[in-house]
Nanobody, 127 residues
């Protein structure tokens, strides 16, 4: 069992930065691939990024590539999403999620392949 709690969301001006954290409980956290998803009002939940259990494999959606970066601190059971050069279209509720599915892009970009979810944190970017 893994429990996830996100934090770090807030209101920021376009061009600004935020760092989201996802704190996990559970002894086997280090064996899970961690994904970040977001959902804007009226839209589907979409993949933002993921990081494999080792940290060696990462993926970023085209819309955030070059601006966002994932990292994980295994010692403290925490995953981070550093978001730079934020745009109004980044406004959404951001969720972290955990999965033990194979590290295959077509699998890990699918929200249905994740077993555990946090409650979400709101990110609002003003223009």
């Amino acid at each position: 069992q893994v429990q996830l709690v996100e934090s770090g969301g807030g209101l920021v001006q376009a061009g600004g930065s935020l760092r989201l954290s996802c704190a996990a409980s559970g002894r086997t956290f280090s064996t899970y691939t961690m994904g970040w998803f977001r959902q804007a009002p009226g839209k589907e939940r979409e993949i933002v990024a993921y990081i494999s259990w080792s940290g060696a494999s990462t993926y970023y959606a085209d819309s955030v590539k070059g601006r966002f970066a994932c990292s994980r601190d295994k010692a403290n059971n925490t995953v981070f999403l550093q978001m730079n050069s934020l745009k109004p279209e980044d406004t959404a509720v951001y969720y972290c999620a955990a999965t033990r599915r194979p590290i295959v892009v077509r699998v890990l970009v699918n929200k249905d392949e994740y077993d555990y979810w946090g409650q979400g944190t709101q990110v609002t970017v003003s223009s």
